[in-house]
């Protein structure tokens, strides 16, 4: 059976100073989960346009997840069960994501997300039908909140105390009880996910599985955007650009390293000084020196 749930997760900040969050978030966590074996790799990288979202960028991503499946699903699949291939359209505001998994090749899962000036009480952002209404569940985040479970753990945590957490850069925090309807800016990420997992026995199991796996992604990865929050603020959509192109080339060369090594059994995709990733963000060039007008990275 599919399901159709709708995350809302409220955000101290206003929609432009989202949208250079997430990129920034987006960059520095797939820097910190990648390793060896595990992590992100990054296959396309480029514009788009189509009549549906409009323009934007589309990436192409498989995720290699194996140390994370669940231990149920590993007595009867392999450990590369939780190797996912994503694409994703990026039209801010408004965003699709399409993920699939090789070893169940009839799974899906779809995440679509509309970002809005509110405080989560839009009720359909999303133009469902009364059918889907009636099938859609709704959670509303709450990004303070300091309750675990299992996916939380797997997905990891920075363990920041928003109720008292303040930014310096922009005197934002902390987040205390009700600071949703009090906050200004503030933003919502509303979060359609549909998944579908159609195999008898386990597809429900499997289905509820991979969205509290994303409920504990969302939660994580938006803590995240507000914690780092002196890293990216006053930071260009062009500069973080830059810091994108940055993680890609530094791939490219290790991964020639690697091969000039004799390595290719292995899956170098990145490697950066953990000291310097987890508590500050790399220079960019453009804070060195001046780069030619053709050769910056227009957004």
């Known amino acids: 059976m599919v399901q159709i749930k709708e995350f809302r997760i409220v955000m101290p900040m206003s929609l432009d ?23 992100v790799d990054v296959l396309e990288n480029k514009p788009f346009e189509d ?5 934007g960028q589309y990436t192409s991503k498989v995720y290699r997840l194996q140390s994370k499946a669940p231990s ?14 994503e694409e994703a359209w990026n039209a801010y505001p408004r965003c699709k994501t399409v993920i ?29 039908n009364k059918q889907q209404l009636a099938a859609r569940q709704v959670e509303i985040i709450d990004l303070a909140s300091a309750a675990t479970d299992y996916w939380s753990y797997i997905i990891g945590g920075s363990g920041v105390d928003f109720s008292k957490f303040k930014s310096a850069k922009t005197g934002r925090g902390p987040l205390l009880e009700g600071w949703q309807g009090k906050c200004n800016p503030v933003m919502t990420a509303y979060k359609l996910v549909t998944v579908d997992a159609p195999y008898w026995g386990f597809g429900y ?23 780092w929050i002196d890293e990216w603020f006053g930071m260009t959509m062009q500069q973080v650009r830059e810091l994108e192109q940055q993680k890609f080339l530094s791939e490219e060369n290790n991964e020639k390293t690697v091969s000039a090594k004799n390595r290719n ?9 953990d000291e310097n990733i987890y508590n500050v963000r790399p ?3 453009s804070e060195r020196q001046p780069l030619p007008l053709d050769t910056r990275i227009i957004n």
């Open 17 to 39: 100073e989202y949208q250079i969050a997430q990129m920034y978030m987006v960059t520095k966590m797939q820097q910190q989960s990648t390793t060896d074996t595990e992590g």
């Open 51 to 55: 009549d549906q979202l409009g323009k």
């Open 72 to 85: 149920w699903l590993t007595t009867f699949a392999p450990a590369d069960a939780l190797v996912l291939q």
């Open 100 to 128: 699939k998994c090789p070893y169940f090749t009839k799974f899906s899962l779809t995440v679509e997300t509309v970002h809005k000036a509110d405080n989560g009480q839009s009720e359909n952002v999303h133009c469902l």
């Open 205 to 227: 199991r499997l289905e509820q599985a991979m969205l509290a796996g994303e409920r504990a992604l969302f939660i994580e990865s938006h803590r995240n955007c507000f914690s």
């Open 265 to 273: 059994n292995l899956d170098v995709r990145f490697a950066v000084d």
């Open 283 to 285: 220079q960019l060039t």
